[in-house]
C-alpha cells in the first residue's frame, strides 16, 4: 500500500480514534487493510499478546492498521 492510498483510508475514520497494530515478533510486512474497531485497553498482560483486545463491547475505537498474516 501506498501512503496516499494510507492516508485517503485513514481520513474516513475518526480523528480521536486510537491507532493500533497486531502484537508480537518482529519482521516488517505490507499494510493489506485498515479498518475501525472496538477494543478493550489493556487487558493482557503476557508480553507476547498485545496489551489490547478487539472486542465488540469495547469502549474504545480504533482504526487497526493490518499486515498480512502469515
Do not use: C
Amino acid at each position: 500500500m501506498k501512503l496516499k492510498e494510507l492516508l485517503a483510508l485513514l481520513s474516513q475514520f475518526p480523528p480521536e480514534a486510537d491507532i493500533v497494530v497486531k502484537g508480537y515478533e518482529g519482521g516488517l510486512d505490507d499494510v493489506i487493510d485498515v479498518k475501525l474497531v472496538k477494543i478493550k485497553r489493556n487487558v493482557n498482560s503476557d508480553w507476547y499478546y498485545g496489551r489490547h483486545e478487539a472486542d465488540d463491547d469495547g469502549d474504545t475505537l480504533a482504526v487497526f492498521i493490518m499486515g498480512e498474516n502469515r
